[in-house]
Nanobody
Framework: QVRLVESGGGLVQPGGSLRLSCATSERTISRLAMGWFRQAPGKGREFVAAIGWNGAMTEYADSVKGRFTISRDDREDTVYLQMNALKPEDTAVYYC?????????????????WGQGTQVTVSS
């Protein structure tokens, strides 16, 4: 069982930045592909970004391309989501997910483990 813990959420003004972190209990995170999803009130959970097991492959939702960057630090067993130029429509609970495959997956059902989520609110 892989445990995931997100942190770094909060309230930020439009145009601001936040960096989300996802710490894992897995000793060898390099064997996991990782992803970020989000869920706004009254909406379904949607894909945001993903990174393959070795960091060479990344995928982004069109709505965040050029603004968000996913990265991983296998020495720290942590995955990050740097979010810049935030917009009110980015407001959501952000979830970290882990997949025992090697590719950067964009579909929810590809992921085996999920964190509890961290709230991101973009408002003036």
């Amino acid at each position: 069982q892989v445990r995931l813990v997100e942190s770094g959420g909060g309230l930020v003004q439009p145009g601001g930045s936040l960096r989300l972190s996802c710490a894992t209990s897995e000793r060898t995170i390099s064997r996991l592909a990782m992803g970020w999803f989000r869920q706004a009130p009254g909406k379904g959970r949607e894909f945001v970004a993903a990174i393959g097991w070795n960091g060479a492959m990344t995928e982004y939702a069109d709505s965040v391309k050029g603004r968000f960057t996913i990265s991983r630090d296998d020495r720290e067993d942590t995955v990050y989501l740097q979010m810049n130029a935030l917009k009110p429509e980015d407001t959501a609970v952000y979830y970290c997910a882990a997949d025992r495959g090697i590719l950067a997956q964009t579909l929810l059902h590809e992921y085996d483990y999920w964190g509890q989520g961290t709230q991101v609110t973009v408002s003036s």
